[in-house]
């Protein structure tokens, strides 16, 4: 019984990740998603850009062990299957290779199902959205032929099914021209196919696009995150904390800037609707790889505040499963140019992958009576965000409050090394990130990093040799340069760690960095 009630965790699947003819005329020779995702650049400090993939590299599609290691990464981690995207244009088809060897192929043998992604495609990465390169056009013949060339997916052992019927999403459903007379037509033809029969999804994801989908013909409709009606307000008054030391830059203006945090607490208290819907979640959301200006983008995400999101939602498919299977939809599995993906990046490896996991486990958990483990309920990141914007939080002693950080993470992650510049630029890195969502100060976040920095080599630094120690102090003065570090807290360091000789040399190295960043001396 509890086995039955599980969710199922379907993540939506790219696949544009290999080259077409369309592409290369409209884009230039080679252009794949990777094209957008490398000339990725921060907008302004603390900004996450770009997201550089880790375990499966710049993949290429086309290649069937590609396809199959990504299909084991989602499995280890608890993703039953993938939501394909397809493109349909009036009987022609794009970026259709990868699914068609998957189909013919019988590999990798993981469910999936499809989503016809039914947008015109416009040259809006470049800002120009009114240039349309291949445009969505609508007839009932077309539809009938549309669900025809389809009959052979759905005939698949591994398309996915819900409650006995074939999973089918459109989405733009509000886009067809006679939705009841499409839905119609699609279950006259599957049903004739000796298919069964067919569950049809709208998606909500755009403010237009959230309607009951029985009022279209549609059976239910899938949570598509983020939720544009219900997001945290923008990040305005706030913006020159996203600034280096009071500049005049613009970011926040030219695009739309809110808090990942603000964004998963507003998901997890809103209201669900009357109506049968999938929740869905997103480990985040930075689409400004694709556009010049006009991205939204979500700041602070973490795999702790993306977990527990995920296990609140996991928690509404078990509530709702006593009325049919109820998926959970995750956005995305390598949505990359738009900054949700759960493939591995070089930031956070297998983070968000392990609270998938993690969420999953301890959903099962706690519907059989036993305890979720406690780190699922105070991760580390998450609890570091929480203290940044208690009532005494920084203001009190950030050097403390790195400390503590340090502790806890040592606690979370007791397996986690500290005695290599790659593992320790890892950490700060993370808590910077998390840090940029949170209502604090630029100042406070870098006095926050100093400490942090101070604090790591402080406990790592007798173990390693000076080449460890010359690696932090151009770092820490680049974080901090306004900030006076104390001298002498790095000599009393420095001296411990490296013997008096040696420290005298560093810190004639140090000094240098430091009249070069500007920074005051104490």
């Given at each position: 019984?509890?086995e039955?009630?599980?969710?199922?965790?379907i993540?939506?699947?790219?696949?544009?990740?290999?080259?077409?003819?369309?592409?290369?005329?409209?884009?230039?020779?080679?252009?794949?998603e990777?094209t957008?995702?490398?000339?990725?650049?921060?907008?302004?400090?603390?900004?996450?850009?770009?997201?550089?993939?880790?375990?499966?590299?710049?993949?290429?599609?086309?290649?069937?062990?590609?396809?199959?290691?990504?299909?084991d990464?989602?499995?280890?981690?608890?993703?039953?299957?993938?939501?394909?995207?397809?493109y349909?244009?009036?009987?022609?088809r794009?970026?259709e290779?990868?699914?068609?060897?998957?189909?013919?192929?019988?590999?990798?043998?993981?469910?999936?199902?499809?989503?016809?992604?039914?947008?015109?495609?416009?040259?809006?990465?470049?800002?120009?959205?009114?240039?349309?390169?291949?445009?969505?056009?609508?007839?009932?013949?077309?539809?009938?032929?549309?669900?025809?060339?389809l009959?052979t997916?759905?005939?698949?052992?591994?398309?996915?099914r819900?409650?006995?019927?074939?999973?089918?999403?459109?989405y733009?459903?509000?886009?067809?021209?006679?939705?009841?007379?499409?839905?119609?037509?699609?279950?006259?033809?599957?049903?004739?196919?000796?298919?069964?029969?067919?569950c049809?999804?709208t998606?909500s994801?755009?403010?237009?696009?959230?309607?009951?989908?029985?009022?279209?013909?549609?059976?239910?409709?899938?949570?598509?995150?983020?939720?544009?009606?219900?997001?945290?307000?923008?990040?305005?008054?706030?913006?020159?904390?996203?600034n280096?030391?009071?500049?005049?830059?613009d970011?926040?203006?030219?695009?739309?800037?809110?808090?990942?945090?603000?964004?998963?607490s507003?998901?997890?208290?809103?209201?669900?609707?009357?109506?049968?819907?999938?929740?869905?979640?997103?480990?985040?959301w930075?689409?400004?790889?694709r556009?010049?200006?006009g991205?939204?983008?979500?700041?602070?995400?973490?795999?702790d505040?993306?977990?527990?999101?995920?296990?609140?939602?996991i928690?509404?498919?078990?509530?709702?499963?006593?009325?049919g299977?109820?998926?959970?939809?995750?956005?995305a599995?390598?949505?990359w140019?738009?900054?949700?993906?759960?493939?591995?990046?070089?930031?956070?490896?297998?983070?968000y992958?392990?609270?998938?996991?993690?969420?999953?486990?301890?959903a099962s958990?706690?519907?059989?009576?036993?305890e979720?483990?406690?780190?699922?309920?105070?991760?580390?990141?998450?609890?570091?965000?929480?203290?940044?914007?208690?009532?005494?939080?920084?203001?009190v002693?950030?050097?403390?409050?790195?400390?503590?950080?340090?502790?806890?993470?040592?606690?979370?992650?007791?397996?986690t090394?500290?005695?290599s510049?790659?593992?320790?630029?890892?950490?700060?890195t993370?808590?910077?990130?998390?840090?940029?969502?949170?209502h604090?100060?630029?100042s406070?976040?870098?006095?926050?990093a100093?400490w942090?920095?101070?604090?790591?080599?402080?406990?790592?630094?007798r173990?390693?040799?000076?080449?460890?120690?010359?690696?932090?102090?151009?770092?820490l003065?680049?974080?901090?340069?306004?900030?006076?570090?104390?001298?002498?807290?790095?000599?009393?360091?420095?001296?411990?760690?490296?013997?008096?000789?040696?420290?005298?040399?560093?810190?004639?190295f140090?000094?240098?960095?430091?009249?070069?960043?500007?920074?005051?001396?104490?």
């Amino acid at each position: 019984m509890t086995e039955d009630r599980t969710a199922r965790l379907i993540a939506f699947y790219l696949p544009q990740f290999h080259p077409i003819p369309e592409n290369d005329a409209w884009w230039g020779k080679g252009f794949t998603e990777w094209t957008n995702v490398a000339k990725a650049r921060p907008l302004f400090p603390g900004h996450y850009q770009p997201h550089l993939p880790a375990d499966l590299g710049y993949y290429d599609l086309r290649v069937p062990e590609v396809r199959q290691a990504q299909a084991d990464l989602a499995k280890e981690h608890g993703i039953y299957g993938f939501c394909y995207y397809h493109y349909w244009f009036h009987g022609k088809r794009l970026l259709e290779r990868p699914f068609d060897e998957v189909l013919a192929s019988g590999q990798p043998d993981f469910p999936f199902c499809l989503c016809w992604a039914n947008e015109n495609w416009t040259r809006r990465w470049d800002g120009m959205e009114q240039e349309i390169l291949a445009e969505q056009t609508y007839s009932l013949d077309d539809d009938r032929q549309h669900i025809r060339t389809l009959l052979t997916a759905f005939a698949d052992r591994r398309y996915i099914r819900l409650d006995g019927r074939l999973l089918f999403l459109v989405y733009r459903a509000t886009s067809l021209p006679k939705p009841l007379e499409t839905t119609a037509v699609w279950r006259e033809e599957v049903s004739r196919a000796g298919l069964g029969e067919v569950c049809l999804c709208t998606v909500s994801s755009l403010p237009g696009l959230h309607v009951d989908p029985s009022t279209l013909g549609f059976d239910a409709a899938v949570d598509f995150q983020p939720d544009l009606r219900h997001c945290p307000p923008r990040i305005h008054a706030e913006r020159r904390y996203l600034n280096h030391n009071g500049s005049k830059s613009d970011s926040c203006d030219v695009n739309d800037v809110r808090s990942y945090s603000a964004l998963t607490s507003s998901m997890i208290e809103r209201s669900e609707p009357a109506y049968r819907m999938f929740p869905g979640v997103t480990p985040g959301w930075d689409n400004s790889p694709r556009r010049r200006s006009g991205a939204t983008v979500y700041l602070g995400s973490t795999p702790d505040e993306y977990g527990t999101w995920l296990r609140s939602a996991i928690g509404v498919a078990q509530r709702r499963s006593a009325h049919g299977d109820s998926p959970v939809f995750i956005n995305a599995w390598n949505e990359w140019a738009e900054g949700n993906h759960l493939e591995p990046d070089q930031i956070w490896g297998r983070a968000y992958l392990e609270a998938t996991r993690n969420a999953l486990n301890a959903a099962s958990s706690t519907e059989a009576g036993a305890e979720p483990a406690l780190h699922e309920s105070s991760g580390i990141c998450q609890w570091l965000v929480r203290a940044a914007e208690a009532p005494s939080g920084f203001r009190v002693d950030a050097q403390e409050l790195a400390t503590l950080y340090l502790q806890r993470l040592r606690e979370a992650e007791p397996q986690t090394s500290l005695a290599s510049p790659h593992e320790v630029d890892r950490v700060l890195t993370q808590a910077r990130y998390a840090l940029t969502g949170a209502h604090v100060k630029p100042s406070t976040r870098r006095a926050f990093a100093g400490w942090l920095l101070a604090e790591l080599y402080f406990k790592v630094g007798r173990k390693t040799d000076g080449a460890l120690v010359r690696w932090a102090l151009p770092r820490l003065l680049v974080m901090q340069p306004r900030w006076a570090l104390n001298l002498g807290i790095w000599s009393i360091f420095l001296s411990a760690a490296l013997g008096e000789s040696r420290a005298t040399q560093l810190r004639t190295f140090f000094r240098r960095h430091q009249r070069r960043a500007g920074a005051r001396q104490v």
